[in-house]
């Protein structure tokens, strides 16, 4: 613990990996490794069972090399709720909501990922507190955390990523919309960590979720001009 904590003191203040350059396969196959790692012991007990030479050891690779890709576990375990997004991504892709409007969609669709969490409490309560924890150091990732919420709330509404003039079936969101969307998203995660506290049934969420997601309506172009 000690030991960590002194490469941790070190390495944070030490160059990581740039977002922006592209991994070779190699080393995008031991990013892989660390992710499973770390989300495997975050499943077996939440936040604390995260000691990063822990995950080292797990994953194969030497401690300096894990400071290297992430500089600490706050940065380790907000990846890893991106990675986690990413996956829940890819199911919902092959089995879309089925709401008839955009707003039940995503209702469904955000209800459907509440599930997945709600099946790894300790994953999801660990995640949860990293995203809480993060200061400026750890904004790279937490904006990606952002996306890829943003990106399966999109896919739900039928529009691309971007914003655009007018929206529509693969079109581009409004401004309003995407407001909207910030709106839902931070509500999302206000009800995951009402739940993970205990302040919250999975029937009140599913009534908020549904509530805040209402405003996809209120924003809709097309609603607009009826």
Same mark, same amino acid.
């Given at each position: 613990?000690? #030991? ?8 944070? $203040? @030490?160059? !990581?990996?740039?977002?922006? #350059?592209? /991994? ?10 660390? *992710? %499973?790692?770390?989300?495997? /012991? ?6 604390? @069972?995260?000691?990063? $030479? ?8 030497? *401690? ?10 706050? %940065? ?6 991106? +990675?986690? /997004?990413?996956?829940? %991504? ?7 909501? &089925? ?13 459907? =990922? ?10 999801? +309560? ?8 993060? +200061?400026?150091?750890? !904004? ?8 890829? &919420?943003?990106?399966?709330?999109? +896919? ?10 007018? =929206? ?5 969101? &409004? ?13 999302? %995660? ?12 999975? @029937? ?23």
């Amino acid at each position: 613990m000690a #030991a960590d904590a002194k490469v941790e003191a070190h390495t944070v $203040r @030490a160059a !990581s990996l740039p977002p922006s #350059a592209p /991994l070779t396969e190699r080393q995008e196959a031991r990013r892989r490794r660390i *992710l %499973h790692a770390s989300a495997q /012991l975050a499943s077996r007990g939440g936040f604390d @069972a995260v000691q990063m $030479r822990e995950v080292a050891e797990s994953s194969q690779v030497a *401690l300096g090399t894990l400071y290297r890709y992430f500089p600490s576990k706050v %940065h380790l375990l907000v990846a890893t709720m991106q +990675d986690q /997004l990413e996956h829940m %991504h890819g199911t919902l892709r092959k089995k879309p909501p &089925t709401g008839e409007t955009a707003a039940e969609r995503v209702a469904e669709t955000l209800m459907r =990922a509440f599930r997945a969490l709600q099946r790894e409490p300790h994953l999801a +309560d660990a995640m949860v507190r990293a995203l809480t924890f993060a +200061d400026r150091s750890v !904004s790279p990732e937490v904006d990606q955390v952002s996306r890829q &919420t943003t990106a399966i709330i999109l +896919d739900s509404m039928g529009l691309g990523e971007g914003v655009g003039a007018g =929206a529509g079936a693969g079109g581009y969101p &409004t401004p309003e919309q995407l407001s909207a969307v910030r709106v839902i998203e931070h509500t999302w %995660h206000s009800a995951l960590v009402t739940w993970l506290s205990g302040r919250a049934s999975i @029937a009140q969420v599913k009534i908020d979720i549904e509530t805040v997601c209402r405003l996809i309506d209120l924003t809709d172009p097309a609603g607009a001009e009826r």
